[in-house]
């Protein structure tokens, strides 16, 4: 099993920027896929970006160029860094770990982007 904790999330002017982290307990971290997801007030849980256990990573268009997805397989971590943050950034974010079937996620930080 592995639970997932979020953390780094707060409030911050348009264009700002944020460094997320979420981390793992449990064993078998670096065999996972990890990804950051976000929840709007009435939308829909959306893909932000995700990382597989050897690297390679993938970007929603609407945060390409913007942010970055990483992780330390030792730290057992992974980091979502937000630069030139927008208003329509603002949602709740979720980390999720994956492999097979197996599904785990995070309890969630608020982001805000607003004057």
């Known amino acids: 099993q592995v639970q997932l904790v979020e953390s780094g999330g707060g409030l911050v002017q348009p264009g700002g920027s944020l460094r997320l982290s979420c981390a793992a307990s449990g064993t078998a971290f670096s065999t996972y896929t990890m990804g950051w997801y976000r929840q709007a007030p009435g939308e829909q849980r959306e893909l932000v970006a995700t990382?597989?256990?050897?690297?390679?990573?993938n970007y929603a268009d609407s945060v390409k160029g913007r942010f970055i997805i990483s992780r330390d397989n030792v730290k057992k971590t992974v980091y979502l860094q937000m630069n030139s943050l927008k208003p329509e950034d603002t949602a709740v974010y979720y980390c999720?770990?994956?492999?097979?079937?197996?599904?785990?996620w995070g309890q969630g930080t608020q982001v805000t982007v607003s004057s």
């Open positions: 999720k770990g994956s492999k097979g079937i197996l599904e785990y």
């Open positions: 990382i597989s256990s050897y690297g390679s990573t």
